[in-house]
T-cell receptor, first 111, second 113 residues
Framework: EPEVTQTPSHQVTQMGQEVILRCVPI?????FYWYRQILGQKVEFLVS????????KSEIFDDQFSVERPDGSNFTLKIRSTKLEDSAMYFC?????????FGSGTQLSVL | GNSVTQMEGPVTLSEEAFLTINCTYT??????LFWYVQYPGEGLQLLLK?????DKGSNKGFEATYRKETTSFHLEKGSVQVSDSAVYFC????????????FGAGTRLAVHP
């Protein structure tokens, strides 16, 4: 079965640094998403992306966050200046129309 | 706003035991309901779904029935296996769309031989 691939699996960064989380969605999918899960809390929606633009975003997705599909295959989440509270597991997902396929996540640790 | 509440874990069972993981929701309109499963080291996988009241979703021996009167979508399996050990997430999508899933906190299931 096709997979959504996320890299790296673990990322450690210093507070205030920029990080880019990378995802390769399934090739014929049209919709792309980022979710995150802070340890012990719920999986939370961050943003959805369709037709090269953000289709919906949550309150969490403030000006420090951005997404990009730079080359037609990758889908990235950038955090400009990381904060301690950004430490979480970040999941990328993609879908053709309905069923979401999730990657295995990137564990981000902000020190 | 929309929300999902599911029973806290961990749930520990012996092989072949009956499983119930409770899930209730709050939503406006007619959401679609889902169960996702996360095996160790893997991403979230759709286990089953139901899109309208009284629908029953089923997959791999798991079942859940969309109960509008009790706003519930409890997950059940008649006989669990060690390989079912995972974290199970209940989720909803409002308005029939799939763009914005709202998840419960997840319930960890551990099945022992």
């Amino acid at each position: 079965e096709p997979e959504v691939t996320q890299t790296p699996s673990h990322q450690v960064t210093q507070m205030g640094q920029e990080v880019i989380l990378r995802c390769v969605p399934i090739s014929n999918h049209l919709y792309f998403y980022w979710y995150r899960q802070i340890l012990g809390q719920k999986v939370e929606f961050l943003v959805s992306f369709y037709n090269n633009e953000i289709s919906e975003k949550s309150e969490i997705f403030d000006d420090q966050f951005s997404v990009e599909r730079p080359d037609g295959s990758n889908f990235t989440l950038k955090i400009r200046s990381t904060k301690l509270e950004d430490s979480a597991m970040y999941f990328c997902a993609s879908s053709e129309i309905e069923k979401l396929f999730f990657g295995s996540g990137t564990q981000l640790s902000v020190l | 706003g929309n929300s999902v509440t599911q029973m806290e874990g961990p749930v520990t069972l012996s092989e072949e035991a009956f499983l119930t993981i409770n899930c209730t929701y709050t939503a406006t309109g007619y959401p679609s309901l889902f169960w996702y499963v996360q095996y160790p080291g893997e991403g979230l996988q759709l286990l089953l779904k139901a899109t309208k009241a009284d629908d029953k979703g089923s997959n791999k021996g798991f079942e859940a029935t969309y109960r509008k009167e009790t706003t519930s979508f409890h997950l059940e399996k008649g006989s669990v296996q060690v390989s079912d050990s995972a974290v199970y997430f209940c989720a909803l999508a409002g308005g029939g769309g799939y763009n914005k899933l709202i998840f419960g906190a997840g319930t960890r299931l551990a099945v022992h031989p």
